[in-house]
């Protein structure tokens, strides 16, 4: 199959940061003047809440992949950032394609994957691809397609136990992708005062690699309050410090639009109406700052692997 420089990111386990690094590192390379694009094969579909866009059903992308129409694209839904968005029909692809197989009547979900975004790869420089955590024909064939896979993780054993199962699905798609790489593991939702613990984990997760990928200098920090304000408001982790100072300006209006309200128990619910819009983080530049890091040594991981493949980029 032709190199597409896709990246694939895949977990054994939900719920481990998946598609918070998809967005946020096409979001953080769209930003960069990269041209990206994300491709959301899990049937949940929560690109469209990182990014602030309705649910989708993923209608349209089932009938692309099981016809000849084209995948449809969200275009700009950042300057520079398209997205083919998922959502439940996605669930049913693994079905029709294992019985297309067994009835002998069209090619497998790879190779229809491979032939939609070979029709569309030039026209980006990052392809990021959102993997759903339990459907082994999806991720096998968002591997058999990519040029690299990162792995997120968090800290507990049954994490870990999912990073043994994506390093199987490697290693089960090799003979038709020779050339996937493994782009690494990050280490996703750290908390703070854990260094022992990480250390631990960095050498065990090295262990299971094998020296065949390293695990990301960069980990992304524990901050609840932050990822749940991206989500709520549909907004990236870099977004987020701009959407505080307007909150404050916001905030600082609405106070001021009280004190005009005569009655003492319509000012106190004007002011807490506006209140429940404010952010939940008083302050994710810290988290901006780790994916942005991620972001630029994955950049640097593709690079080397494109060379190690004899590739340019």
């Known amino acids: ?64 992949l099981v016809s000849t129409a084209p995948l449809p694209r969200m275009t700009d839904v950042r300057p520079g950032l398209d997205v083919v968005p998922g959502g439940p029909a996605t669930g049913d692809l693994a079905s029709v394609f294992a019985s297309r197989i067994q009835r002998g009547t069209g090619d497998d979900l790879a190779t229809a994957l491979e032939s939609k975004l070979g029709a569309i790869a030039g026209d980006y420089d990052l392809i990021m691809i959102d993997t759903p955590p339990g459907d082994r024909v999806i991720v096998e064939a968002a591997l058999t397609i990519s040029s690299a896979v990162i792995i997120p993780t968090r800290m507990d054993e049954a994490s870990i136990d999912g990073v043994t199962r994506i390093a199987e699905r490697f290693v089960a798609v090799r003979g038709r992708n020779p050339n996937l790489r493994l782009a690494g593991v990050v280490l996703f939702a750290i908390a703070q005062r854990t260094t022992r613990l990480e250390r631990d984990v ?31 408001r549909g907004l990236l982790v870099h977004e987020l410090e701009q959407a505080g100072v307007a909150d404050k300006r916001e905030r600082l209006a609405a106070l001021r639009a009280a004190t005009a309200i005569v009655k003492a128990d319509e000012r106190k619910a004007f002011i807490a109406a506006n209140r429940d819009q404010s952010l939940y983080a008083s302050k994710s530049s810290g988290l901006a700052e780790d994916y942005e890091a991620l972001t630029r040594e994955l950049l640097v991981r593709l690079s080397e692997i494109e060379s190690e493949v004899g590739v340019s980029a």
Do not use: W
């Open 1 to 64: 199959m032709p190199i597409i420089r896709a990246v694939a990111v895949a977990q054994g386990k939900g719920g481990v940061g998946k598609t918070s690094l998809a967005t946020n590192i096409a979001g953080l390379a769209a930003a960069g003047g990269f041209r990206a694009c994300i491709v959301d094969l899990d049937q949940q579909g929560n690109v469209a809440r990182d990014l602030g866009f309705a649910p989708n059903s993923g209608d349209e992308l089932f009938a692309s």
């Open 202 to 232: 960095r050498e065990a997760l090295t262990s299971i690699l094998e020296g065949h990928a390293p695990v990301f200098n960069t980990r992304i920090r524990y901050l609840e309050s932050a990822a749940a304000d991206a989500r709520r």
